[in-house]
């Protein structure tokens, strides 16, 4: 409440800006807003729940970075990284209510209110980020992410993760079926749930925070993420075997309040626009270049480390399958025909 008082206030000096400024320049902020005090400017809560030095965390902090030196301190994004502010299960809801502006899920955990988005979690559905990325900005791949725009989201970007690998405590995972009877951590997604009771492997569901513990406390064998995230949260440290299979994708759907949005003048969306633009170039680059960082890193770490043969991966691909018609099933024909993979 108090912080719409302060946009409506901002939304005043804004305008009386605006009206001085059109004659000479447009969607620049020569203003010092730093004179401003902090009720005056618009304030943007972006919460996510991994670390500091991850992609996701780097971007937001860039993101925020360029948004107080383009706007001369008019806009401020306040990052709360490592899930200080909301969980996983509780930022959602934040969002909803208007606590916080910004936040940046894994798309697995948008699958509760748009299923069909668990086509990015698909096993062997993409061969490299840049796939990813024509998929999701192609007519087909923004149809299916703006069917969050019915849940109040407006979708602003997509950062990388990357592509997941395999760790575990019990043994060697070389051919799928040393998957067997194994407990391993997944994010909420069915698609994900389907894809190791292919494999004959239970799962369990928790928030990215916890699983430090559950890897700790011997609650689950193993989990699937990305290098840099479990590099960043130590998990390898818990772990004897990783399995560099680089199964399925991890990325994350950057959102908005869309009530907040549209409450923002347009040169002020028109800038935040800008940059997301760039930053998500620059994101995309940066999860690469760390994903290869962090692999070399491992190779040094006591733990065993397996790569999946592209022969392997076919296999695996093959033996996947009743996912992808699960998929086809209980969502839809269309997201998943327009794969990469099923396009020529
Ligand atoms: C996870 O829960 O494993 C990831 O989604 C965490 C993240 O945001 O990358």
Redesign the pocket.
Known sequence: MKQFTGISALYFIFFLSVIFLTSCQSTEYPVDYEQLGKEERIVIRFS???GED?P?GMAARKFAELVKERSNGLIEVQVFSNGTLYK?GEEMNALSRGDIQMIA??I??LTDIVPEISVFDLPFAFNSLDEVHEYALSDIGEKLTNRLKNHNLLVAGLWD?GFKQISNSIRPIEHYSDLEGLRIRI?PSDILTKQYETLNAETKRT??VT?FNVLQNGNVDGHE??LT?ITSKNLYSLQNYITISNHGY?G?LILFNYDFWNSLPEDVQQLLTEILQEVQEWEWQLTKEMDQEKLQEIQHCAIQLHTLSEEDKLEWEEKLQPVYDYYREHYSERFIDALPKFQN
């Open positions: 996510h729940v991994v991850t996701k996983d899920p894994a697995s955990k993760s994010m928030d990215f699983v993420n990305t995230n991890l994350y």
